[in-house]
């Protein structure tokens, strides 16, 4: 796997580089009206934020199973919901196996990338 290296700048203008069409768009625009979006440099790609949660390795399954439900659970509460909608934002639930199968895609999507832009180390 590459090694990432980025310093507050190259972060800020990696992360504008890969967004496009959002509010967030707006804002990055006018602090780097130079830069263009991943979509106008001819990349089709859609970021987002995700957060996990992470069990140790070697945790019994019916200790991941008691998490996963009670995380699923609480995603899709009504308060959560709520929540995210007046953050104008979006959640999903992912349980343990689906979330590392998604983020290794990530990875596969984001390091060559970030190789292309030479923010990382091979």
């Known amino acids: 796997m590459a090694e990432i290296v980025m310093n507050p700048v190259r972060q800020r203008i990696f992360q504008y580089f890969l967004l496009h069409k959002t509010s967030t768009v707006k804002k990055i625009r006018k602090a780097l009206p130079d830069v263009p979006t991943a979509k106008e440099s001819g990349y089709d790609v859609v970021t987002m934020s995700t957060r996990g949660y992470l069990a140790p390795k070697g945790t019994p399954a019916d200790v991941v199973a008691i998490l996963e439900d009670a995380i699923k659970q609480a995603v899709e509460s009504d308060t959560y919901q709520n929540f995210i909608a007046s953050q104008q934002s979006n959640v999903f639930y992912l349980?343990?196996?689906?979330?590392?199968?998604?983020?290794?895609?990530e990875v596969d999507t984001y390091v060559p990338l970030l190789q292309q832009a030479g923010l990382a180390k091979k």
């Not at 590392?100 to 895609?105: K, P, R």
């Open 95 to 105: 349980n343990g196996a689906d979330y590392y199968d998604f983020m290794t895609g």
